[in-house]
């Protein structure tokens, strides 16, 4: 019975001291992710001037940018002037600036120099809410979350959303099919995680669906990164041929390494290197016989001569 007793306390002592060992090396972490979350979100530290009213006209005035602990810069001395409802194309090599262009619009970064204008207004000098508002954004890494369809699609406004207008903007990405196989419609569950019925979508359906969300917010500006990498091809082609619908009297600025869509922009800007090497329509870029040509030729011969022979 001694031995026992002594054998037994022996144990719940080591599982005290194993404990407490535990909690002093979780302890750090938990000052670390304490510290993290309460610093200052510098992003809302300015004048608030609200968002003017009417159209908006953006411009980039000579910005650069560099990553922090990086010694070269991602984007050097681009300055870009985009009028209200133009539809903008940005192509490059991969690495190019492309997707940290549109990062510093968002303010997700601040640029290192120079500034970036709405309408006249240094963008850090507008309030901060107001200045996302203007922005419905499909980014290459976009997350759909584990509710339903008519939440991942309406997000934080799902309570107050209509049925039909969700129903609306998934159709209009090209998600119509799906939604009528699915027995729930709108509040079939995304993913199975807490749903047996849910469904998993293939990675071209959660590009409608994240599409489908920027469309639902309906703000002026719409900003499509890689849109269609993960369409079959007829589905690409659905949404090229409705673009202009998709964003009808919106200003539209379109990432993309397929070429074939740059054809429906007003404008295109080549990036290389962080830097803005051409500039102009389709026909004009074509007709330079530089960079864009020479990308657009390539990705043509695909269709062209190397399927003929």
Known sequence: MYV?????????????VGSVIEVSQYRKYYEAMEQYLNIPFKMRNNARIP???????IEFRNVSFKYAGQESYALKNISLTIPAGQKLAIVGENGAGKTTFVKLLCRIYDPTEGEILLDGINIKDLDY???????????????????????????SKSEKAEDKDIEKVLIKAGFGDKLASLPKGIH?????????????PSGGEGQKIALARALYKNSPIVILDEPTAAL???????????????VAGKTAIYISHRLSSTR????????ADGEIVEYGNHKELLQMGKTYAKLFNMQAGYYTDKLIS
Request: aromatic share 18%; charged share 25%.
């Open 129 to 155: 809410d107001q200045y996302m508002a203007l922005f419905s954004t499909v980014f290459q890494d976009f997350k759909l979350f584990s509710f339903t369809l008519k939440e991942n699609v309406a997000l």
């Open 264 to 271: 429906f922009c007003d404008k295109i800007a080549v990036f």
């Open 51 to 57: 968002v003017p009213s009417g159209e908006h006209t």
């Open 232 to 246: 079959d091809p007829k589905a690409e082609f659905e949404i090229y041929q409705n673009f202009n619908d998709l």
């Open 188 to 200: 079939t569950n995304v993913f199975k995680n807490f749903e047996g019925d849910g469904f998993e």
């Open 4 to 16: 026992g007793g002594v054998t037994a306390f022996s144990g719940a002592m080591r599982d005290v």
